[in-house]
């Protein structure tokens, strides 16, 4: 044998190059720092935090606390990997207690960047400065400063130059951040949270004295009225938080926020428990909004499944599920013996649970889904309105040049006779209005049973698009521009594209650092609850990135302007109202769902109801 073939195949690989490895598996983008970096402060008991970014993290990442900080002993050691302070024994591995634990964050931030760290002791009478670059220790200095930590991380992925190129535009990343900082700040209520971006304030979350003002800070009242509270306890396991009524769900997912031991995860257990909660509630494509927490005997549940702390694992698994599945039910107000497909009384939901003698997430005393009302019920002209807006709107829009897509690139409009069967000049009979949310017609020779709303919602939005096809889509200035107020990641989300929804017939300009103003509105439309239909656009926008097409970008924003300004269930309509619906629905070639996938109408022809009662 041979000396080079004595040495082997398998090599141990240099130490600073595994650092920048494993540095991959904790440090996936700046908004990972930050997580990190908040984790470390609120273990150290901070009250203060406040974190400032240059370039969406990119270019400078500063996180600042009022912590109990570290002397200079534990400032070096601090850099070293798998150095921690959270566990001392084996058994401390089994019920962790702590957001961080493993001794590998700083390390690893500090393998990929350039760090600056001042951290100082309650009782030291001076500071201590670290400069560590690529993960090597380049200095350690006395420094004056007050108790603390003050970490700076500068130029991330300068040495890993195929990590860096893969980091998004500022103005995402930032994104980012600001949810990982809204997610501390629900997780801590009673600590002070700052956020700055290029110099600029963007957050700055107040202490506050309870989980209810906390979530007004972070969603605002908007959202705040439609919840519902969620609670229940079990022996080594509490439920608390909130959720929407059943009548406020929508098509995107967004906020599903789960904190297990305040730590902000990802659970398929807890969120199927929901989404089964629910039950015949949910709406086919339709989706709860919720932010749950949720304590577990820490020994019951194992936090070291995941590399950036993402996911959990919990030891009663069916427990947790159960537990779950029936504080949903009972906060929509299911009775425990309620199949959880049956309609239960209060249709809109239950009133919330009492309020706990000690401050809580469980004692937000929030309205009620029964509180709630229907939307107000329009004047009997809003449909002959819009409808005679939407026929001026389709035949004006082409000489407005707004600009649209390209209608050579577009898929051609389907045939409504060829794709639905019914013809567009048959005679439509309306027959009345069933709990004034279903319409019942004769149309031609068939009965139809046919859902206002989505039939309605359908009929725009077929409209929407023919317009955005042939560059029709005209704008309606606003007499009253409209204030909006946005979290601050759906504000940076939603700058981002102004541009492509002033395309839409959406003009909306920025009115401050989360405040916008809506201009105007596709000429199409009626009225509109414009909060919730910039909630449901940013769910929208939020999925771009991930469309593969211009039309798969365009057909979701449009399905949310129809959505929004359709007839709503529980609206009363006179029959000419119902005939001018159904005539509509009927020339657009009877779609039989709506842009979001929900059926539109039961269509019953003369030959079926003959052989139903025996007449064939």
Not at 11 to 22: E, K
Not at 497 to 504: A, F, M, N, P, V
Not at 534 to 544: I, K, M, T, V
Not at 553 to 563: D, E, F, K, N
């Amino acid at each position: 044998m041979n000396a080079a073939n004595s040495l082997g195949k398998i090599r141990v690989l240099p130490g600073d190059l595994a650092s920048r490895i494993a540095a991959g598996e904790v440090v996936e983008r700046p908004a990972a720092v930050v997580r990190e970096l908040i984790d470390n402060s609120l273990d150290a008991g901070s009250h203060r935090i406040t974190v400032e970014v240059t370039d969406g993290g990119r270019g400078l990442i500063k996180v600042a606390d009022d912590g109990e900080g570290m002397g200079r002993a534990d400032a070096q050691a601090a850099f070293q990997r798998h150095a921690t302070s959270k566990l001392r024994v084996e058994q401390d591995l089994w019920a962790i207690k702590t957001l961080g634990f493993r001794g590998e964050a700083l390390p690893s931030i500090a393998a990929v960047s350039k760090v600056r760290m001042v951290t100082a002791g309650p009782h030291e009478p001076v500071g201590t400065l670290v400069r560590v670059t690529g993960g090597t220790v380049t200095a350690v200095e006395e420094t004056a400063a007050a108790q603390g930590t003050q970490l700076e991380v500068a130029d991330l992925f300068f040495n890993t130059p195929a990590r860096k190129k893969f980091l998004k535009t500022a103005a995402t990343e930032f994104s980012h951040i600001c949810q990982v900082v809204q997610q501390a700040a629900l997780a801590w209520p009673s600590v002070q949270f700052r956020l700055k971006h290029n110099g600029q304030e963007v957050l700055d979350y107040a202490a506050a004295s309870s989980g209810r003002d906390r979530l007004l800070q972070v969603y605002g009242t908007k959202v705040m009225e439609h919840m519902v509270e969620v609670k229940a306890e079990r022996p080594g396991l509490r439920l608390e938080g909130m959720m929407v009524d059943a009548t406020q769900t929508r098509a995107g997912r967004s906020p599903q926020e789960l904190f297990v031991n305040r730590r902000a995860v990802k659970n398929a257990t807890v969120s199927h428990a929901v989404y089964d909660g629910y039950g015949s509630f949910l709406a086919k494509g339709r989706h709860p909004r919720y932010v749950l927490f949720l304590d577990v005997d820490p020994e019951r549940v194992d936090v070291n499944v995941h590399p950036t702390k993402r996911e959990v694992r919990f030891a009663d698994q069916e427990l947790v599920h159960q537990t779950v599945r029936q504080a949903v039910r009972v906060a929509l107000g299911y009775s425990p013996s309620t199949p959880s497909d049956d309609r239960p009384a209060g249709m809109a939901g239950a009133a919330p649970l009492a309020a706990g003698p000690r401050e809580s997430w469980a004692g937000l005393g929030l309205a009620s889904g029964a509180e709630q009302t229907a939307s107000p019920a329009l004047a009997r002209s809003d449909y002959d309105w819009a409808r005679g807006a939407t026929q001026m709107a389709l035949s004006q829009g082409a000489a407005a040049g707004a600009v649209g897509a390209d209608p050579a690139d577009a898929p051609a409009l389907h045939e409504p006779q060829q794709a639905y069967g019914l013809r567009t000049d048959c005679e439509v009979v309306s027959l009345g209005q069933v709990s004034r949310t279903f319409l019942v017609a004769q149309i031609g020779s068939e009965l139809s049973v046919i859902d206002q709303h989505t039939a309605h919602e359908r009929v725009l939005f077929e409209r929407l698009w023919r317009a955005w096809l042939t560059q029709g889509m005209a704008s309606q200035p606003l007499l009253i521009a409209e204030p909006v107020e946005l979290p601050s990641h759906g504000a940076a989300l939603l700058q981002r594209h102004l541009g492509d929804l002033e395309k839409l017939g959406l003009e909306i300009e920025p009115f401050g650092p989360s405040s916008f103003v809506i201009r105007a509105v596709p000429a199409l439309l009626g009225h509109l609850d414009y909060p919730a239909l910039l909630q449901d656009l940013l769910d929208d926008l939020s999925e771009w990135n991930a469309a593969s097409s211009l039309e798969l970008r365009v057909r979701p924003v449009l399905a949310s302007l129809a959505c929004h300004s359709a007839v709503r269930a529980g609206r009363a309509m006179d029959p000419a109202e119902s005939t001018r619906l159904i005539e509509d629905w009927v020339e657009e070639g009877s779609p039989m769902t709506c842009p979001h996938g929900r059926r539109v109408a039961l269509r019953f022809p003369a030959e079926e109801l003959a052989k139903i009662f025996g007449r064939a």
